[in-house]
């Protein structure tokens, strides 16, 4: 190919949709030896495809779909889910997680964390983080930015120790999610389906024993482009198909883009693409619409997260001195 373009993403959909079904199938049967499907829909995109997928690997019958909102989630993300379901003709369950999150200390130990940046912050203002300086060619930053009820915007540079907790505290959102996953699939004996695309997982985009955690990833290899493609391709619900990607995490509406990628998912796919095949910043330049050293930059985002990541992708290290060096190696 001489010149980089969006067909790089083509897929032949009813053949990949197919594949993925069938390896589905063998791989909760004969591998995984379970009965059936759970999977955590958010009204997403990348859930809505998974499940879609789980149905055609192993029948609406064998597959339970969890709704599992809390106190920061958009009210159009439950609905969506819901419309899937029942578009899917799935067993669903909903369990609202934000009693237990109170009760672990979630919303206070973040709460905590921002009133050190923000003494004003208040229980009903909303947040959220924002990241900044990859895309400067500098090291990545986090910013808070939070709204009073006035409406007002205030923002803030965010200490390292203040940061390290509000994404620790949020985290117990998608552990706590993930251990009600698990507890269906215990109960069921089903296997657990994890809903990453191929820039999340690449990236680290995910929390260890979080979402990151699952028995099998059935779309960790397509791009985003290429799960709406499939979206699309198997009929899903408008509000799913077009959702756009957020991280349904902060009270204040948050992209992922504004939260942890360099550029906008559509964008950032093409430049993931573009550095696994060698194209040079200047072609993907010439692609995005940017100057070149804008995307030599968004190179080196997306290897320095491949480092600074590479852990959440790694089993537990184990310390006799052969067994630790073959789990650093499957690692790799």
């Given amino acids: 190919m001489s010149m980089l373009d969006w067909s790089v993403f083509n897929l032949d959909d009813v053949q990949e949709t197919a594949r993925i ?83 672990i200390g979630c919303y206070r130990a973040r709460d905590e964390a921002v009133r050190r940046a923000l003494p004003g912050y208040a229980s009903d203002w909303r947040m959220k983080l924002a990241i900044s300086g990859g895309l400067q060619g500098r090291i990545n930053h986090f910013k808070l930015v939070a709204q009073s009820p006035d409406g007002a915007l205030h923002e803030r540079a965010l200490g390292h120790a203040e940061y390290l907790q509000i994404v620790a505290a949020t985290s117990f959102k998608q552990r706590l999610r993930k251990t009600l996953e698990y507890y269906h699939a215990d109960r069921l004996n089903y296997a657990v389906v994890g809903t990453p695309n191929r820039l999340e997982y690449d990236q680290g985009f995910f929390v260890k024993n979080g979402d990151g955690s699952a028995d099998v990833k059935p779309i960790a290899h397509l791009y985003k482009t290429q799960v709406y493609a499939l979206a699309r391709h198997l009929g899903l619900p408008e509000c799913v198909s077009t959702a756009r990607p957020t991280t349904d995490t902060y009270s204040l509406a948050q992209g992922q883009d504004e939260f942890y990628f360099a550029l906008p998912w559509r964008q950032m796919d093409l430049a993931l693409w573009a550095l696994d095949h060698d194209v040079p910043a200047a072609e993907l330049a010439r692609a995005l619409g940017i100057d070149g050293a804008t995307a030599q930059a968004v190179y080196r985002d997306i290897q320095a997260k491949r480092r600074t990541t590479r852990y959440l992708h790694m089993a537990p290290l184990l310390l006799g001195a052969e067994d630790a060096a073959r789990a650093w190696d499957s690692a790799s």
């Fill in 21 to 103: 079904a069938s390896r589905l199938r063998e791989a909760t049967a004969r591998m995984l030896h379970k009965r059936g499907l759970v999977v955590a829909i958010s009204g997403g995109v990348d859930s809505a495809v998974c499940a879609a997928l789980a149905v055609a690997a192993v029948g609406a019958e064998r597959v339970l779909t969890l709704i599992l909102p809390e106190r920061d989630s958009a009210d159009a993300s439950a609905s969506n889910a819901r419309i899937l379901a029942a578009h899917l003709r799935v067993r669903t369950e909903t369990v609202d997680i934000a009693p237990a999150l109170e009760a």
